[in-house]
């Protein structure tokens, strides 16, 4: 059964906390056929079920076991919930397959995710990968638009 | 009061398609708040004017530079967001370096405010790191 607009936005929330707060990735909230199109870290797009949301959750957990979601902003309307967060960590463990800085890093990012029957079917992410890189030391100084 | 979700929604697709694609800048004026702020993650554009300038800079830069629409969301209240891709070559210098005549295609994701029925914010989340790696941008991790 279709859940209201509201009740998708307090599945999102509980499902994404969950999942970069913990660890926990909340398997009966993703269909099996889900269909993840975030492009973070230059991965394959199009990954199905929630083997996708996993890696990408195990891969900046395994690098910052302290990470935090803040969620700053958020929109629910029919079928779809957009989130405008923040998430804050202290690499211990290494992004992105180099070696561990132990500074604090803070990245911002949206995803959108649309579910039915109260499942996530798809999800899309985009991330300041270039501002994580940059606080890394490892990307050119932020670009000047003029 | 607040415009509809539907009337928002076409806001939307005139900003991507008619203002970045088609530098349509009286469309611009009409649609865009003055005070309207445009805001990557390391630049904001503080008015519509310079937000006006950057999309008439980035087509110097970029030849058949365009905007797709893919999908976008809006509510009753004042938000909305889009998710979208850019293509285009790269024929002049563009944030100091110089015309690759690579070309690039990225996608992003841009929440939007609006403000009496017009655009008033847009918080742009988008590739630009595949972007740079398009342009062969060196100082960049390799990717795995």
Redesign the interface.
């Known amino acids: 059964m279709s859940l209201t607009p509201q009740e998708n936005n307090d599945l999102a929330i509980k499902f994404f906390e969950t999942a970069w707060n913990t660890g926990e990735i909340m398997e009966d909230l993703i269909d099996p056929q889900a269909v993840d199109h975030s492009?973070v870290?230059?991965k394959e797009k199009q990954e199905v079920g929630p083997g996708s949301f996993k890696k990408i959750i195990g891969m900046f957990r395994a690098a910052m076991p302290d990470i935090k979601l803040d969620v700053q902003?958020e929109?629910?309307?029919?079928d779809?919930v957009?989130h405008?967060w923040v998430m804050t960590g202290t690499d211990t463990g290494g992004v992105?397959?180099?070696p561990p800085s132990n500074k604090n890093l803070t990245f911002?990012?949206?995803?959108?995710v649309r579910f039915k029957d109260g499942k996530i079917v798809e999800r899309?992410?985009?991330?300041?990968?270039?501002?994580l890189?940059q606080q890394l030391g490892?990307?050119?100084p932020?670009?000047?638009?003029? | 009061m607040s415009a509809t979700a539907a009337a928002k929604r076409e806001i939307i697709r005139q900003f991507f398609e008619d203002i970045w694609t088609d530098q349509d800048m009286d469309l611009a004026d009409e649609v865009l708040d003055p005070e309207f702020s445009f805001v990557l993650p390391f630049v904001t554009l503080e008015n519509r004017e310079a937000f006006k300038q950057l999309v008439l800079h980035n087509h110097v830069a970029w030849q058949d530079l365009t905007y797709t629409l893919l999908d976008s969301v809006a509510d009753d209240d004042e938000k909305g967001a889009a998710y979208w891709r850019s293509k285009g070559t790269h024929v002049n210098t563009w944030n100091g370096i110089e015309a690759t005549g690579n070309q690039m295609s990225i996608e992003g994701i841009t929440f939007f405010k609006f403000s009496n029925g017009k655009l008033s914010l847009a918080l742009v989340q988008n590739d630009f790191t595949t972007l740079l790696h398009q342009l062969g941008v060196s100082e960049l991790p390799k990717r795995r």
């Open positions: 492009s870290g230059g902003d929109i629910f309307v029919e779809k957009v405008r992105m397959g180099m911002s990012g949206t995803t959108i899309w992410a985009n991330v300041d990968e270039l501002g890189l490892v990307a050119p932020p670009p000047n638009e003029n």
